[in-house]
């Protein structure tokens, strides 16, 4: 299972979940449930879910680091 922090527009694995991801931080209200690696795919490339993507700790294969803050 994936949880989606709505807040934060993080996808986070649950089966691989680290300290550094906060899941029991994020609130029940702020969160979304996805159940297939194909759920998780299509939510990422969906337009209506622009700035979302995976989470740098847990899911880092969906993960995209912003270069340009480096050097901006």
């Not at 691989?16 to 609130?27: A, D, K, L, T």
Request: glycine share 6%; proline share 4%; aromatic share 12%.
């Amino acid at each position: 299972m994936w949880i989606v922090d709505l807040d934060a527009k993080v996808v986070h694995d649950m089966s691989r979940p680290q300290y550094e991801c906060h899941i029991n931080e994020i609130s029940k209200d702020n969160r979304k449930k996805i159940f297939t690696l194909d759920g998780v795919k299509r939510f990422l490339s969906d337009p209506i879910n622009k700035g979302f993507q995976g989470c740098q700790h847990c899911l880092p294969d969906f993960y995209q680091h912003d270069m340009t803050s480096i050097f901006g």
